[in-house]
């Protein structure tokens, strides 16, 4: 039995796909691939087809490459699943980039679902965080990799709109794409609207019968092209 899923956005991330097989009353899902947003779909998947009867779940991840942060709720969605259903249920075999992670935000390393009440056999708890205060440390540097993780996101969101722009002004202006870069760039910074606005706009109005751009950035476009080009 195998459920696989592909992460919403596809830089270029592998699918997310989950084995699984029964020891009588035991499951064990082996995971392989990249643990990102769109895995708790998956896993969700491979755990709802688990027949009844299953007493034990464990997760192996040693075949998982890549962990995000968005990907950590996975934990959240076995801890759940171990509560509803009275299941004892493990996440092991993290190793490279995963386990870093796990370190980063002060995770038990060998399995951050582990509880007391889990290792004597009852359900799974959430997961618990240590309080060091390297485990702090590390939980802000993770929020920092969140945000710059955020913004990759959004850049890769907004760079089609912004190179289609650039195209436009190409086409108006017969300049270079730099130049139709630095057209842009200049139009934003004294239009004090994102780059990514201007660009928009500028290819909603090459549309037939499309809007022009708002005065302010179709005023700040015409400066920035007479500053730039010959």
């Known amino acids: 039995?195998?459920?696989?899923?592909?992460?919403?956005?596809?830089?270029r991330l592998d699918a997310l796909v989950i084995d699984a097989r029964t020891?009588?009353?035991?499951?064990?899902?082996?995971a392989r691939g990249e643990l990102v947003h769109g895995g708790t779909d998956t896993l969700g998947d491979a755990l709802?087809?688990?027949?009844p009867g299953i007493t034990a779940v464990e997760l192996d991840l040693a075949g998982v490459s890549f962990l995000d942060t968005t990907g950590l709720a996975c934990l959240d969605?076995?801890?759940e699943y171990s509560r509803r259903r009275g299941v004892r249920v493990t996440a092991c075999g993290w190793r490279g980039q995963p386990r870093r992670v796990l370190e980063l935000i002060g995770?038990?390393?060998?399995?951050?679902?582990?509880?007391?009440?889990?290792?004597?056999?009852?359900?799974?708890g959430p997961p618990v965080r240590t309080t060091s205060a390297v485990a702090r440390e590390r939980a802000e540097?993770?929020?920092?990799?969140?945000?710059?993780i955020a913004q990759l996101r959004h850049a890769l969101d907004?760079?089609?709109?912004?190179?289609?722009?650039?195209?436009?002004?190409?086409?108006?202006?017969?300049?270079?794409?730099?130049q139709a870069w630095e057209i842009l760039r200049d139009a934003s910074q004294h239009s004090n609207t994102k780059?990514?606005?201007i660009a928009a706009a500028i290819i909603a109005s090459a549309a037939p019968d499309g809007p022009p751009p708002p005065e302010p950035a179709r005023s700040a476009l015409r400066t920035a092209a007479a500053r730039h080009l010959p």
């Open 195 to 197: 780059v990514h606005r």
């Open 77 to 79: 969605l076995l801890a």
């Open 158 to 178: 907004s760079r089609p709109v912004i190179d289609q722009a650039r195209g436009v002004l190409m086409a108006a202006h017969g300049c270079t794409p730099d």
């Open 1 to 11: 039995m195998t459920s696989a899923g592909l992460a919403a956005h596809t830089v």
């Open 48 to 51: 709802a087809a688990l027949p």
């Open 141 to 148: 540097q993770l929020d920092v990799l969140r945000l710059e």
């Open 23 to 30: 020891q009588g009353r035991r499951a064990v899902l082996a």
């Open 107 to 124: 995770l038990d390393t060998a399995d951050p679902l582990r509880t007391g009440e889990a290792a004597a056999g009852g359900p799974t």
